[in-house]
Structures are given as structure tokens and as C-alpha cells.
């Protein structure tokens, strides 16, 4: 009896996707515009993300361009922007906002590196927690003690691959920070 492992790969896929999503928050020396994904702009009686209300675009490696549909709300961008404490300098002319990124010292560097660290172990624990979910599932289940270990290590060797997958994404964001 094969053991059904999509509900895993589900969850493996998702924490994927988070750790991606955690990374791309972290800020580099150079201008991303994901970084302003996690910022929340009170506009329009509700909180909505800065890229449904402007167009968000790279000028230069260290540079955003960020240009309202409607020049009404480029204060509560501003003030929405200088609130998140990304330390990005903003300043706001005819055009829009344009976002630039300081040069990150070393200690920014080391603290930015440890915090990727502390996202990747996070990550690892809702792996192992997932394992651990179809470890019990295997055991319950009717199988004979062979079916069970074969599904063991084929569950083990999936474990590998993800992990595998996340260490390297990590060691690109470390790569990324440190350059």
C-alpha cells in the first residue's frame, strides 16, 4: 500500500513560497519592489498594499519609482512608507515617490543575515512539523512493517529535497546581503 504524500507536498510548497515571500522582504543594498509588499496604505477608507494603488518600478539599482494612479493619495504612500521603518529614504516630486535604498553598513548586513537564518530554521520547523504529521499517518495505517518503511524513506528523501531547497535559497539571500 503506497502512502498518499500530496498533502505534504502541499504544505513543503507553501513553505516555500513563505520563505520566498520572507526573503524578498529582506532588504538588500539593491532596489526591489517587493520590499514595499509588506507595506499597508490607509487610502480610500481601507488598508490597501502600494501596488494597488501605483505602479512601482526600478529607476536604477538603488532607486523605486513609485507613481500613483491618483496623485490624491501620494502623502498617505509617503507617511505609510517612512512608517515601516525599512529604512528606505523617500522623498515625493511631480511625478510620484521615488524610494532610494542607503548603502547597508556591516553590522545591518550581520543583523539581516542573522534574521534570513532565524526565516530558514522557521521554515525547517513546519517541515519537520509536516513530517511528523505523516510519520503518525504511517504508523496508524493499516500496512505491513516493509509498506511502512518504504514509505518512511521515501517521506525521508522528499524531507531531503525540500530542505536541500531551502538551504539553497538561503545561502543565495546570505550571498545577496553580503555582496
Do not use: C
Request: charged content about 35%.
Amino acid at each position: 500500500m503506497a502512502q498518499n504524500f500530496s498533502g505534504f507536498k502541499q504544505a513543503a510548497e507553501a513553505t516555500v513560497h513563505w520563505l520566498q515571500g520572507e526573503f524578498a522582504g529582506l532588504r538588500t543594498g539593491r532596489a526591489t519592489p517587493n520590499i514595499l509588499d509588506a507595506v499597508s496604505v490607509e487610502a480610500y477608507g481601507s488598508k490597501m498594499a502600494v501596488n494597488q494603488l501605483a505602479s512601482v518600478t526600478i529607476e536604477d539599482p538603488r532607486t523605486l519609482r513609485v507613481t500613483p494612479w491618483d496623485k490624491a493619495v501620494v502623502k498617505s504612500i509617503d507617511s505609510a512608507i517612512r512608517e515601516s521603518n525599512l529604512g528606505l529614504s523617500v522623498s515625493v516630486d511631480d511625478q510620484g515617490l521615488r524610494i532610494s535604498f542607503p548603502e547597508l553598513t556591516s553590522d545591518r548586513r550581520q543583523s539581516l543575515v542573522k534574521v534570513a537564518k532565524q526565516k530558514l530554521e522557521e521554515a525547517r520547523v513546519r517541515i519537520r512539523s509536516e513530517r511528523q504529521k505523516v510519520l503518525n499517518e504511517i504508523e496508524k495505517s493499516e500496512a505491513g512493517d516493509d509498506d511502512k518503511a518504504r514509505s518512511k524513506t521515501e517521506l525521508q528523501k522528499q524531507v531531503d529535497d525540500i530542505n536541500k531547497k531551502l538551504e539553497e535559497m538561503s545561502e543565495k539571500k546570505e550571498k545577496e546581503i553580503s555582496e
